[in-house]
């Protein structure tokens, strides 16, 4: 039997699945806009990554939860406890919680275009980054390939 999502009047919809992990990270921002976030400073976030399918796969599965979270503790895993500042690849790049989002969210899809969530057809990813209960960031693809 296959699954389908259904099409409604507002767009298509999807099926979801949401893994959630934390991230602890320190950092400082260039420009007047950030006042005092211009000096050194600790984030803690809650990092949720949110797979998407239109249809479920032959096991009934978005993808497989267990990988799912494995993946985005791996990806954590190369930016917990750093000072951002200090890694080659954000030199000279403002490490906002936007440009974050985006950066987590390339590195999952890195991941699966290796293979590592055990899946294809995955049709969007969206990862969000909260700072806090009133705040957070988020970044949605609709490339998720695999």
């Not at 699945?17 to 600790?42: C, K, N, W, Y």
């Not at 930016?79 to 000279?92: I, S, T, V, W």
């Not at 490490?95 to 049709?123: H, M, N, Q, V």
């Amino acid at each position: 039997m296959e699954c389908y999502a259904t099409a409604s009047a507002m767009g298509s919809e999807m099926y979801r699945v949401t893994v959630r992990d934390r991230v602890m990270i320190a950092h400082s921002f260039q420009g007047e806009v950030f006042g005092p976030a211009q000096q050194l400073h600790g984030a803690t976030y809650v990092v949720e990554a949110e797979f998407r399918r239109r249809k479920l796969d032959g096991d009934g599965l978005v993808v497989d939860i267990g990988l799912a979270h494995t993946v985005l503790s791996a990806v954590l895993a190369d930016l917990n406890y750093r000072n951002l500042d200090d890694l080659p690849e954000f030199e000279g790049i403002n490490t906002t919680t936007e440009f974050l989002a985006g950066e987590i969210a390339r590195r999952i899809l890195a991941r699966l275009e290796a293979g590592e969530l055990g899946t294809e057809g995955l049709d969007g990813l969206g990862v969000t980054l909260r700072e806090s209960d009133v705040a957070w960031a988020s970044y949605e693809t609709d490339a998720a390939r695999g």
